[in-house]
């Protein structure tokens, strides 16, 4: 049974810092292309950043510059640093992991930044 399981939001203020975890198992991720992706109420679900299996890293335009994706192939997890966070950065963000035709999702954690 693959779970993907996100932690580490929370309320901070805007231009704090926050970093989100996902604990992956029952996959091995360093097979897949990690992504985090995030929906604010009423909008659709966006990409933030992907990783892929070779460390390459894809950022949306709107958190370029200040979100960091990495990954720890040896402890199956993966993680979204996330600095000078905007009120517009407000959603709950979500862990992806993606091959070929396959993907799984993770439940969401909420990020809310007050301004």
């Known amino acids: 049974q693959v779970q993907l399981v996100e932690s580490g939001g929370g309320l901070v203020q805007a231009g704090g810092s926050l970093r989100l975890s996902c604990a992956s198992s029952?996959?091995?991720?360093?097979?897949?292309?990690m992504g985090w992706y995030r929906q604010a109420p009423g909008k659709q679900r966006e990409l933030v950043a992907t990783?892929?299996?070779?460390?390459?890293?894809n950022y949306a335009d709107s958190v370029k510059g200040r979100f960091t994706i990495s990954r720890d192939n040896a402890k199956n997890m993966v993680y979204l640093r996330m600095d000078s966070l905007k009120p517009e950065d407000t959603a709950v963000y979500y862990c992806?992991?993606?091959?070929?035709?396959?993907?799984?999702w993770g439940q969401g954690t909420q990020v809310t930044v007050s301004s």
């Open positions: 992806n992991a993606g091959r070929f035709s396959t993907g799984y």
């Open positions: 029952g996959i091995i991720i360093s097979l897949y292309t």
């Open positions: 990783i892929t299996s070779g460390g390459s890293t």
